[in-house]
Each structure stands twice: as C-alpha cells, then as structure tokens.
C-alpha cells in the first residue's frame, strides 16, 4: 500500500472516488465536479485543494482531499480534510488510519495547529473508527451552511 500526492492526471480516480462516497453517503446524485474541473484546479498555481491517494498497485483504494485553514485563536494554519474515503472492498486492512497518520504527519511537518473534520452523525462506524485514533468530536459546535440561492440572495445584500 502507498499513500501518494494526486496529480491532475489523477482527475478521473478522485472523481471516481468522490462518485463513491456519495454513493456511500446515500447522495449519489449530488456530485457536480466533473474530472476536468478537478484536473484543472489540481493544476493551477494556487490549487484549492490537495489530495493524497491510496494506491494498491496501480489502483486508488481510497483518498482524503484537504486544504489549509486558519486559526485566529491560536494564530496559526490548520488542515480541514473534507473528504476521506476507502472503497468498501478495501476496508478493514488499515487503509483509513494510514491515511489519516499520513496527513497527521503532514500537519506536524508544516506546524499546523490542528487537524480537523466533519463526520455525519448517522455514520457511527466512522465515528467510532476516529475516536479511537484519539479525535474528539466538538459537540458544542453546529456546521453552518449557506448555498444556491440563500448564498446568492445574502451576497445582494452586501451591494446594499
């Protein structure tokens, strides 16, 4: 098994990988990123994501795409992993806990702050596989979202 930094050739693999865990996550339909978009944005100057893959040989088992955040408390970057998934046929062999260990380490390297995550709370196998790596869940905190039409209406008032 090795843990590998995405390329933008690797669009159609994370895409693939994205397709699953929505799947998974019972939105099969909510995918909109498209494999051109990802390749170009992993392209860029400045790309809005990273991406770290699981080869087994020459397939991706699994994923987790990050990106930096910032903590004003305490004055320092942090990583968010949006995404973290291991194809069904591949779990139970370590492959979640190498990758999450992989961008523990990568954290430690840059000197982030923290590492941090969102987990559906319907997905206690999840839940339970991260609280064993020593994550503790922020009960305290609710996510927010504004999107579509409620984001586009809340930008209009800003003109105002």
């Not at 370590?94 to 987990?119: D, F, N, P, Q």
């Not at 339970?128 to 579509?148: I, K, N, Q």
Request: charged letters at 25%.
């Amino acid at each position: 098994m090795q843990i590998r930094p995405a390329e933008p050739s690797d669009a159609p693999r994370i895409l693939a990988l994205i397709q699953a865990l929505a799947l998974y996550e019972k939105e099969p339909d909510a995918v909109e990123v498209d494999a051109e978009t990802l390749r170009a944005q992993l392209g860029a100057d400045r790309p809005p994501f990273e991406c770290v893959l699981a080869m087994d040989g020459a397939e991706a088992v699994g994923f987790a795409l990050y990106f930096q955040t910032y903590s004003t408390w305490r004055g320092r970057p942090g990583m968010w992993l949006e995404d973290l998934f291991v194809v069904p046929e591949s779990r139970g062999r370590g492959i979640g806990k190498l990758l999450l260990s992989h961008l523990a380490a990568e954290t430690v390297r840059r000197e982030y702050g923290r590492l941090e995550w969102s987990v559906l709370d319907w997905n206690e196998s999840a839940i339970r596989f991260y609280e064993s790596l020593g994550a503790a869940p922020m009960d305290e905190w609710t996510t927010h979202r504004v999107d579509r039409d409620s984001l586009s209406t809340l930008a209009k008032t800003a003109t105002r």
